[in-house]
């Protein structure tokens, strides 16, 4: 009797040392094979996941339609569970992501505080840190209104920094954000130095007072005016701190880390030393967009590189206050989902939800009317709840 039960127990103990014991599961590069995947009925089952409402939406990300190629990914557990494309070239065409590059930059940033804080900088730089400053913004002086010295990055990344907001009209139904598809000097532009796009040259609110703006939007407990322009300046200091052009530092120091295959740049900027507007201007291949999802599930940790800092990242997935790394802490996606439950979206259908308490993916990739994006990013959320056979999952 007592050797059965200290058998058991011996048992017990060997189960759970090779399961915590377990190293962390990474796709490697598509080139060398890429996510794991299984698909077969019984696995997803194992993984608590309902294959039939698994493919249901699959088939219901595609149903809508799109004007480009559009994917669906479902990652559990560091395993491509469900992968559908609208047609067969899609799994390897890179893909518009609109405002997902304002993400990407974010993290960008992101590894340039974790330089910071370690001394890899001759600066220190955070989120509280002004963004018109000449050691990373030379080329934002003399200043084009006297507020933009109070503007910090974390006004940029709240969209609350009063730099010119991108859905609201001026004068004979212009749009604010004129220039934006342009590229004529580009660099003047972002600034507010430019005499071809003055829009861009005096702020629009007080940084840190969106509500002085008639044309300010809510979302959630969060209220800001959405502001491109405000994103395009991460890149111009990217590539002042490190002396290089902002895709290159992309490429370097995130993209390669991850395993990225292939990346594009939509219609880049006019400056032959310039190609990623980092407001966005991003194509990818879906897995890979995955990848960088994957990257955000373990709070910017890829393997043994932790690419920014745990600290700094947890203040932002937190917080409701992040429209471009938006979390449920405030219940804006519904109490029904739970708190950290975060989204990365871009226009056109592009959006990624991730379940850290789950260790779920989900991901839409797409160009539909940007009318219908909201509903049908909330109809996606709430279908891929449904996944689950355990409801207390």
């Known amino acids: 009797m007592m050797s059965n039960l200290l058998f058991s127990l011996l048992l017990l103990l060997v189960s759970f040392f090779?399961?915590?014991?377990?190293p962390d599961y990474f796709p490697s590069?598509?080139?060398?094979?890429?996510?794991?995947?299984?698909?077969?009925?019984?696995?997803?089952?194992?993984?608590?996941?309902?294959?039939?409402?698994?493919?249901?939406?699959?088939?219901?990300?595609?149903?809508?339609?799109?004007?480009?190629?559009?994917?669906?990914?479902?990652?559990?557990?560091?395993?491509l569970?469900?992968?559908?494309?609208?047609?067969?070239?899609?799994?390897?065409?890179?893909?518009?992501?609109?405002?997902?590059?304002?993400?990407?930059?974010?993290?960008?940033?992101?590894?340039?505080?974790?330089?910071?804080?370690?001394?890899?900088?001759?600066?220190r730089i955070d989120n509280s840190s002004h963004v018109y400053d000449r050691r990373w913004?030379?080329?934002?002086?003399?200043?084009?209104?006297?507020?933009?010295?109070?503007?910090?990055?974390?006004?940029?990344?709240?969209?609350?920094?009063?730099?010119?907001?991108?859905?609201?009209t001026v004068e004979q139904d212009l749009p604010i954000e004129q220039g934006r598809?342009?590229?004529?000097?580009?660099?003047?532009?972002?600034?507010?130095?430019?005499?071809?796009w003055p829009q861009t040259k005096e702020l629009y609110f007080p940084p840190g007072s969106p509500e002085e703006f008639a044309s300010h939007a809510c979302w959630g407990?969060?209220?800001?005016?959405?502001?491109?322009?405000?994103?395009?300046?991460i890149g111009l200091v990217l590539a002042n701190l490190y002396q290089m052009p902002a895709h290159r530092f992309l490429r370097s120091r995130l993209l390669d880390p991850i395993g990225f295959s292939a990346v594009a740049f939509e219609e880049p900027p006019a400056p032959p030393?310039?190609?990623?507007?980092?407001?966005?201007?991003?194509?990818?291949?879906?897995?890979?967009?995955?990848?960088?999802?994957?990257?955000?599930?373990h709070e910017g940790r890829w393997g043994k590189q932790q690419l920014v800092r745990p600290e700094w990242f947890r203040s932002l997935a937190?917080?409701?206050?992040?429209?471009?790394l938006r979390t449920n802490h405030d219940g804006y996606f519904g109490t029904a989902y739970p708190p950290d439950l975060i989204r990365v979206y871009g226009s056109g259908g592009n959006f990624a939800f991730i379940f850290p308490s789950q260790q779920l993916i989900v991901l839409k990739t797409g160009r539909i009317h940007n009318f219908f994006l909201d509903l049908h990013m909330r109809d996606f959320l709430h279908r891929a709840s449904l996944i689950f056979t355990d409801v207390s999952s």
Request: proline content about 7%.
């Open 29 to 79: 590069p598509e080139s060398e094979g890429g996510w794991r995947k299984n698909t077969d009925p019984k696995f997803i089952r194992s993984l608590h996941l309902d294959p039939d409402r698994l493919g249901e939406l699959g088939s219901y990300g595609l149903s809508v339609p799109s004007s480009e190629l559009s994917s669906v990914l479902v990652i559990k557990d560091g395993w």
């Open 318 to 324: 937190s917080s409701p206050r992040y429209e471009n």
């Open 181 to 196: 598809n342009q590229w004529r000097n580009y660099l003047s532009w972002v600034v507010g130095h430019s005499s071809l």
């Open 137 to 168: 913004l030379p080329q934002g002086y003399p200043l084009s209104d006297p507020g933009k010295r109070q503007i910090t990055f974390d006004h940029i990344f709240q969209h609350t920094s009063g730099l010119v907001p991108q859905a609201s």
């Open 81 to 123: 569970v469900g992968e559908w494309y609208s047609a067969p070239e899609a799994r390897h065409t890179p893909i518009y992501t609109a405002s997902v590059g304002k993400t990407f930059a974010l993290i960008c940033f992101g590894i340039a505080e974790k330089d910071s804080q370690e001394g890899r900088l001759p600066y």
């Open 221 to 233: 407990s969060h209220c800001g005016a959405y502001s491109s322009v405000g994103f395009a300046h």
């Open 18 to 22: 090779s399961v915590s014991c377990r």
């Open 273 to 297: 030393e310039i190609l990623w507007f980092s407001g966005g201007g991003l194509r990818m291949l879906p897995r890979d967009f995955a990848r960088f999802a994957y990257l955000l599930l």
